[in-house]
């Protein structure tokens, strides 16, 4: 397995495109992390099945954002994407998000050429907010079984809001 950390940069960010790497398929109930030290994939954890992720979920390398890992992405497609695939993604917003009094950022993402939608998807503003409820509700409530309150949504923010917090990750990366 690569080190995604050592072959992958987080792409043209101001550009507004993005490398991603896919930890968890979209309605994977497999918590499953990129472990930097050992440069795998681990099963963090497996959660009830009414916790499914509703979306894929990954990490832009050379990134590290407030928690201590990588800034994830959440990677929207109709079907789910593999375990350690690469994407190229366009950043479309993120969702401001509290883990255990942490910022836990979720940069939200279009796969680059994404044909299915003929590529239409550029900001939050061009999803429906049944989507985005789901998404709060998801993210409000997914560790209510174990730390009922442990999470909170803190908002959303445009693609500007997401470039920036990307560039902050890296420069923290760095430091």
């Keep these: 397995m690569p080190d995604f950390n050592k072959i992958l940069d987080a792409g043209d960010v101001n550009g507004g495109l993005v490398n991603t790497i896919i930890e968890i398929p979209k309605w994977s109930t497999l918590k499953i992390e990129w ?11 497996v ?9 894929n979920y990954g990490f832009i390398p050379q990134t590290l954002d407030e928690d201590g890992d990588e800034l994830d992405t959440l990677v929207l497609t109709n079907d789910p994407i593999p375990t350690g695939v690469y994407v190229k993604a ?8 509290e883990d255990d009094g942490e910022n836990d950022h979720k940069i939200i993402c279009m796969p680059a050429d994404d044909r299915n939608t003929g590529d239409i998807i550029t ?5 429906h907010d049944q989507w985005k409820q789901k998404i709060e509700h998801h993210f409000n409530h997914y560790k209510d079984l174990k730390k009922p309150g442990s999470t909170k949504v803190l908002g959303w923010g445009g693609v500007e809001e997401a470039k920036k917090i990307i560039n902050d990750c890296i420069e923290a990366y760095k430091a």
Excluded: H, M, Q, W
């Design 35 to 45: 472990n930097r030290e050992l440069a795998c994939f681990e099963l963090d954890r």
């Design 90 to 97: 366009k950043v479309i917003g993120v969702l401001n998000f």
């Design 123 to 127: 900001s939050l503003d061009d999803l």
């Design 47 to 55: 959660e009830p099945s009414i916790f499914a992720k509703p979306t």
